[in-house]
């Protein structure tokens, strides 16, 4: 059975740092794109950055573009998700997903096929 684990969220003052992690078991995903996505209570969840098979090629949501960087491990089946000036607006709740459908470095939800249960990230002034 297919399973994709968030962990590393948690509480960080405004300008910090922290680092998301998505492992993955079940199934290897190193050929395919892998995203991150993020959604706080009573809005719709947002994309915020994915990689390709390889990881030779990334994408950003403008709003954290040259602050979080995604990066994955292909022999650990992880991805991970780096995030560094961190703002009052980055709180959320954040996903990782894999797109095994070929839709490429894809922002929208449709185009991922599985999804992590979520951390929570609260960055406090």
């Known amino acids: 059975q297919v399973q994709l684990v968030d962990s590393g969220g948690g509480l960080v003052q405004a300008g910090g740092s922290l680092r998301l992690s998505c492992a993955a078991s079940?199934?290897?995903?190193?050929?395919?794109?892998r995203g991150w996505f993020r959604q706080v209570p009573g809005k719709d969840r947002e994309f915020v950055a994915a990689?390709?098979?390889?990881?030779?090629?990334?994408r950003y949501a403008d709003s954290v573009k040259g602050r979080f960087t995604i990066s994955r491990d292909n022999a650990k089946n992880t991805v991970y998700l780096q995030m560094n000036s961190l703002k009052l607006e980055d709180t959320a709740v954040y996903y990782c997903a894999v797109d095994t459908s070929g839709y490429g470095l894809g922002s929208r939800l449709v185009e991922y096929d599985y999804w992590g249960q979520g951390t929570q990230v609260t960055v406090s002034s």
């Open positions: 990689i390709s098979g390889s990881g030779g090629s990334t």
């Open positions: 079940g199934r290897t995903f190193s050929s395919y794109a």
